[in-house]
């Protein structure tokens, strides 16, 4: 198995682990006023993260929980791989012998010190708001990628991934996690909020926007957009290889050797819509009204086109 997996899967083992001996009011815990899973993220990390130092060439993906993380991680790596003349699923990042989780706020305090002596480029995926981020990612105009997802679907993948993943608090019922999740009581805080705040970035030219959706209606057209804004050259042939290996089907079939026991909880449906399965005509309402309020009127509410995937 790839080192970088090795790495990946043993991190989430070690959490679960963790987990099982943590009563459910311990799984989480308040920085700056946001949650945070106490079995991957501390505050030692948090205050080190202050410091670290990005790097021009770094390539950044930031995205709120549920919204397709893994799925663009996988693509990113491909892409990276590919512009390295590796081939996409071998070892193939520059960093593959010495890899980091490549979550930016998860990890051991001295993390960033090691990711000072990886090779360029590096990789990373972040949760965090970005008043949150080290301010040296914008002030050395690193490119990031900014992931977004409907508010719907987030919320119904975040309630089972919940209930399937041991380091997230368990919700014995959907109205209970709905309430728990326009309360902002969410690890790594409340979406609406996210969205306002990545707002204010949208329109800086070292971030380009993506939504689940658009990716879902025409991958290949999504993924050679990525790879222009991070100047990375395809053949048809390899945008076809990246395309295929990171379809839902594959990446799921897959997930045992990427992923581990994560893999089943995480590539759950891969669709558009679920939550019309979850939602109470209250909660559509609810769910209506904040977006309204919240982020409607902004650049990221239009891009996802919430008429069309949110309303009944
Ligand atoms: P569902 O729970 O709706 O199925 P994240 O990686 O940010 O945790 O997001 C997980 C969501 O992305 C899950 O949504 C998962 O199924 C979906 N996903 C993962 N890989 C995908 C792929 N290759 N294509 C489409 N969706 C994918």
Known sequence: ????????????????????????????????????????????????????EARNDDVILAAYPKSGTNWLSQILTDLIAISQKKTPGSESSVNAEEPEFPYLEVGDAEKYERMTKLLSPRFMVTHLRPENLPKSIFKNNAKILLLIRNPKDVATSFYHFCNGLPSLPSYETWDDFFTDFMAKKMAWGCYFEYLSEWNKYSDKENIMTITYEEIKENPALSVKNMATFFGIALTEEELQLVVERSSFQSMKKNSDKTHGSLGKVLFRKGGVSDWKNLFSEDQNEKMDKAFEEHIAGTTLGKKLKYDLYCKV
């Open 1 to 52: 198995m790839e080192k970088s997996r090795k790495t990946f899967i043993g991190l989430v083992d070690k959490a679960i682990a963790a987990a099982s001996t943590m009563r459910r009011d311990e799984l989480l815990f308040s920085h700056k006023g946001i949650l945070y899973p106490t079995t991957v993220c501390s505050p030692e990390t948090f205050k080190a993260l202050e410091s670290f």
